[in-house]
């Protein structure tokens, strides 16, 4: 399109302007959010995406099982970390900058549906609708739809003025972009297609074309991820496999519209826990599309068993959809305001596009058809969510539409005032103020200043970083805004345990069952605390409770097995690791578990054997803990998690190979150790008792050297290091070596005795 010398010029200056203005107003609030403290420290979904990310980064571009949710986001992020390197401030940015382009599509939208007018004050609420930047500003997918459903609108709508080929495969590339990042785009397709047989001007087979051809663009990029996931998991799956699972969390006896809860497994619930259930109920190890088939006619049964409770489900889910209230199921989107000035300053939100959308919506009705499109899109994806559950982020690609709509209602009510039409401005008025009780009236009750579970996550922040007085006072502050704070006493516990106050972490653990009595992770915690203090029964009492909440909870094997190591039950503890590798999926890690059992019961081969394996397994892009409800004592490596376990049995391994006098091996086996933890002092111990034993004296000093630098008070390091300088001849620094040792234990009598000795040889 050529630009025309005056009225064009000025449209492309306002374009060009209206971008800067996004996207500074983007950056000022990117700089605020700073200050945010999980800005640097995702959790929950961006956690997820953000260790999905580090691993394509990594090289693992495949993956190794079908895919739970849409990949489109993880790989972006991925190829960001690629390029950048893992940081979490160029992502943002970068989603910024995508948004602000999307208010120059806002803006393209309206001026071809509606006028330029209509376009102008769209494209303005756009570049100030705070809600964008919050979204923009997060490690979620989310944002990304609004570009890509304007983009499928705008080329349907092109493709309709001049049905060339292109249009239509570009329109089906942005619907095939959209599904591959979030599925529930295919529930417009029909849609699309009915636009095109009963709207365009055309003879049936050139719109039989134009459709094969939408479908293909659209299939171009969904193809390739069905056959990747059939390669991978043997399993046709067509993008991700979470969307049973989302359905019956909508659709359940116990559902209330807003929350992720999968019953009977509450809102902290993991796949194994679906797998568990799938599997007890038809006698097999499901594969992911069983398990989504088996939670849709969960949901399905729901639904035509219980239709009244449906319907008034379904109701309240249609309320929540249209209130201004702005649900989140991962940070508490009202509570985080407070670290970004702009987002409560900017007035413009939900609590107006809301009532003043659906007024527009209403007022342009008579024009259904040349807004077959976009209403269709409002109707479908709304239905979309619905038939789920709700939250802020997933009404986000309705959101240009209905700012869009917003704009033609005022214009439109405006123009009734021009023009004195009493009646429509009345009719208006009385639709606006019924929208307008909608979407902010509180019909359910809803507790929205209730910042419990922010609170929460604030503690778990703190915790995982040290700050233990800050963990303690947000754990507080949780309790204080609910009483019934889940696992606030939990963590508590966790608290009292790292600062030893052991008494007072097993209140707090027997607390946390008071009130939820199947809170696996509670009982778990006893079983380490009691097996810390060698009551062994009672660890295993513990983790047999744990177990019986959670029958394939792999912590509570692990510790249910260490107390019975402990105790010295060996027929005991190896059933327990049979039970516990019989488990599906097999546990990662397990095998170091195993490694131990034969290394202490004397079969140094066996336990060789099992090291090896673990060493080889790879870890899973989605392993992670959203909190840190757990304790680990210190005789149990899992700790660290598998890259932990894997540093611990390389580490074993190196000592086996020592005692069998193979001592390249045993090298090989602690720079492995090294390599997986590079501030494990006693790995460096050990290649220096290697180099020692070869004669390599300087070698040797220099690993005591390094372990000291990172266990400074370890008497044992200073001793060896003393013996290293003897042989060396070195004595004065011989000398100074085991004094250091009989300082810091004085009991040491290996160290006063070898002292003893250098002074007689120092002696003139």
């Not at 116990?254 to 929350?259: E, I, K, P, T």
């Not at 900017?346 to 007024?359: H, Q």
């Not at 696996?520 to 009551?535: M, T, V």
């Not at 590079?678 to 000093?701: K, M, N, T, V």
Request: charge should be positive; aromatic fraction near 18%; include cysteine.
């Amino acid at each position: 399109m050529q630009l025309k010398p005056f009225k064009d010029k000025k449209e492309l200056y306002f374009l060009l302007g209206i971008f800067a203005f996004s996207f500074i107003l983007r950056l000022i609030y990117l700089l605020q959010i700073k200050s945010n403290p999980f800005f640097d420290s995702p959790y929950m979904d961006p956690l997820y995406h953000d260790l999905w990310a580090q691993s394509i980064a990594r090289g693992n571009w495949i993956g190794d099982q079908v895919f739970f949710r849409a990949p489109f986001y993880p790989y972006f992020l991925g190829i960001i970390y690629k390029i950048f390197g893992h940081n979490y401030f160029i992502p943002r940015l970068i989603q910024h900058l995508i948004g602000s382009f999307s208010v120059i599509l806002v803006y393209l939208f309206a001026k071809r549906f509606f006028s330029k007018k209509v376009a102008y004050l769209s494209t303005v609420f756009a570049s100030i609708y705070w809600i964008f930047f919050y979204f923009e500003g997060e490690l979620l997918l989310d944002s990304f739809l609004i570009p890509f459903s304007l983009l499928l609108i705008i080329f349907l709508s092109k493709a309709a003025e001049n049905p060339g080929k292109s249009y239509f495969i570009w329109a089906g590339v942005s619907a095939g972009l959209f599904a591959i990042t979030r599925p529930n785009i295919l529930i417009f397709i029909p849609f699309i297609l009915l636009w095109i047989f009963l709207f365009l001007k055309l003879d049936l087979k050139k719109k039989l074309s134009f459709a094969l051809l939408f479908l293909l663009g659209l299939f171009l990029l969904i193809f390739p991820i069905t056959m990747r996931n059939y390669l991978v998991g043997r399993d046709f799956v067509l993008i991700a496999s979470q969307g049973g699972i989302n359905f019956y969390i909508g659709n359940n006896p116990v559902a209330n519209g807003l929350s992720a809860v999968l019953p009977p497994y509450g809102d902290d619930w993991e796949y194994t826990d679906a797998v568990y259930e799938v599997k007890k109920a038809v006698g097999k190890t499901p594969k992911p599309s069983e398990v989504s088939d088996y939670y849709y006619k969960k949901g399905l049964d729901f639904i035509l068993h219980s239709p009244e409770q449906f319907l008034s489900l379904y109701i309240k889910k249609l309320y929540f959809f249209w209130n201004s209230f702005e649900p989140s199921n991962n940070q508490d989107i009202s509570f985080f305001r407070r670290y970004s000035i702009l987002t409560r300053i900017l007035p413009l939100s939900f609590w107006l596009i809301s009532p003043l959308s659906l007024l527009g919506m209403a007022l342009c009705l008579k024009n259904w058809k040349k807004l077959f499109l976009p209403l269709c899109f409002v109707f479908s994806y709304s239905l979309s969510v619905i038939l789920f559950f709700i939250n802020s982020r997933f009404r986000l690609p309705v959101l240009p539409f209905l700012l869009v709509f917003s704009a033609y209602a005022l214009f439109r009510i405006f123009e009734y005032i021009q023009k004195s039409q009493f009646k429509k401005i009345a009719l208006s008025l009385a639709l606006f103020i019924l929208f307008f009780f909608l979407a902010n009236s509180n019909l359910y009750n809803l507790d929205k200043k209730n910042y419990a579970q922010a609170y929460y996550a604030l503690g778990n922040l703190h915790l995982k970083k040290g700050e233990i007085s800050k963990a303690e006072e947000n754990y507080r502050l949780a309790l204080e805004n609910n009483p019934l704070a889940k696992r606030a006493h939990l963590n508590l516990g966790i608290i009292y345990f790292n600062q030893g106050n052991y008494p007072q972490a097993e209140k707090e653990f027997l607390e946390e069952l008071k009130t939820y009595a199947q809170e696996e992770k509670a009982y778990n915690n006893l079983s380490a605390l009691y097996r810390l203090q060698g009551e062994y029964s009672k660890a295993v009492e513990q983790a047999k409770n744990a177990l019986e909440v959670k029958p394939y909870y792999v912590k509570a094997y692990i510790n249910l097995f260490l107390a019975y190591l402990r105790e010295g039950s060996f027929d005991s503890a190896e059933s327990t690791l049979t039970a516990a590798n019989n488990l599906y999926p097999p546990p990662a890690g397990m095998r170091f578990y195993s490694g131990l059992f034969y290394q202490m019961q004397g079969n140094p081969d066996k336990a060789l054997e099992e090291y090896a394996l673990l060493l080889k397994e790879e870890e899973k892009s989605s392993e992670m803990e959203y909190n840190v409800g757990l304790i680990y004592s210190q005789d149990d490596p899992g700790r660290e998690g598998l890259r932990g376990l894997k540093a611990y049995a390389a580490y074993n391994s190196g000592v086996i190979h020592i005692q069998k006098k193979e001592l390249d091996k045993a090298q090989n086996d602690m720079v492995l150790t090294l390599q997986q933890k590079p501030d494990f002092a006693e790995a460096h111990s050990a290649l220096a008792h290697i180099h020692e034993l070869r004669g390599e004296y300087q070698q040797a000093i220099k690993e005591l050297q390094k372990a000291l630098n990172l266990n400074p008070n370890n008497p044992v390091y200073h001793y060896n290091l003393g013996l290293v300088f003897a042989r060396t001849d070195n004595l004065p620094l011989a000398r100074e070596e085991l004094q250091k040792a009989l300082t810091l234990s004085p009991e040491f009598e290996p160290a006063r005795e070898k002292l003893k000795l250098v002074d007689s040889l120092l002696s003139p």
